[in-house]
């Protein structure tokens, strides 16, 4: 079974904290959810576009907030195939860990550092189209600004996770003791971040809006 999944009465080391603990099967099982949908919902408007050139995506809504402009473009089908089939497999592999936390399971070390590699590579892909919507295609998808809220944080509490088992008199210690304490913050700032540079970019447009 994927991961030596393992009944056991705890689902994290013993050296996590409460909080990180509690936080992350609810991350990736709501996280992994969200993203799922989203992903889901981004392959069918793809292949209704394939069918009908004409056909106009749900999600397509104003001249920003356009999902067919996002579709139409190299950058969606980095691979030669939809994006979005890379997030249907990844998003159920997170989805899957995060219910199967909740059930009481754990997983050995190569599966907690495999899925931190996924998702570091997540969140590169996702800040690489991030940067194309906002200055090469210049539009944005809702089911794919989607699919960036929750990447960031199932990668930020998956890193915690490891991390937090690090030896007490290991160094940086204090640093991961200071990340865990404000785990939250992070994930919010990085967030905010990223929606400061989608009001700059298409301001222009938001402004008429007022």
Known sequence: MIGNLQPAATFTRRENTPNIARMLPIVLTVGGTIG???AFL???ERLNLAADP????????NPV??????MKS???ALFGFPNSLLGIFAFAVVTTTGTAL???ARFRPWFW???LAGSLA???LVHWLIFQSLYRIQALCPYCMAVWAVTIPIFWYVTLHLISSAPTQSPGRSLITTAIKFHSTVPMLWGFAVLVLIIQRFWSYWATLL
């Open 122 to 124: 997540g969140v590169i």
């Open 113 to 115: 550092h495999g899925l």
């Open 42 to 44: 981004l392959t069918v």
């Open 36 to 38: 799922l949908a989203a």
């Open 102 to 104: 909740w059930a009481g």
């Open 65 to 70: 907030l356009s999902c067919g402009s996002i």
């Open 54 to 61: 004409d056909y106009i995506p749900s999600c397509s809504i």
């Open 74 to 76: 190299d950058q969606a």
